[in-house]
């Protein structure tokens, strides 16, 4: 028996399964650290969109954001901006929230508004770049 078996507080399967006492909290950190990685990737071109639509009325928004390039780097920057907000936001409800019946409706509302607020940004994408 190595040192880790001897001092390990986890369950044999805990060991086989490799998880947690939460069970998906790896997921969610590698899932963090993914859309942390895009958004740092998209940050500049997002910083160069947004200077090019500073000053401009609707007509100049729907013709920058007109380009597939730019719609699609902007998309791709709200979904992975608002998907690390969500995980962001329930590590911090597991956390620091101890009612389980609290804890249970802070992540749904967080699930909740998460993809509002993502829905929101595209539906208004999409408007834009078609010139609606």
């Not at 740092?40 to 500073?54: C, F, K, R, S, T």
């Not at 749904?108 to 999409?126: C, G, R």
Request: glycine share 6%; net charge positive.
């Amino acid at each position: 028996m190595n040192t880790e078996t001897q001092s390990s507080m986890r369950t044999p399967m805990s060991r086989v399964r490799r998880l947690g006492t939460a069970k998906s909290g790896t997921g969610d950190f590698w899932r963090q650290r993914l859309t942390a990685v895009a958004m740092v990737l998209l940050i500049v071109p997002m910083i160069a969109i947004v200077m090019m639509l500073l000053g401009r009325n609707q007509a100049g928004a729907a013709q920058i954001l007109g380009s597939p390039l730019i719609a699609i780097v902007t998309l791709l920057f709200v979904i992975a901006s608002c998907w690390h907000m969500k995980i962001g936001v329930q590590v911090v409800i597991e956390d620091y929230v101890h009612t389980e019946n609290l804890k249970l409706a802070l992540i749904m509302a967080n699930t909740f508004f998460s993809i509002a607020v993502a829905l929101a940004a595209i539906y208004a994408i999409f408007k834009l770049s078609s010139g609606v």
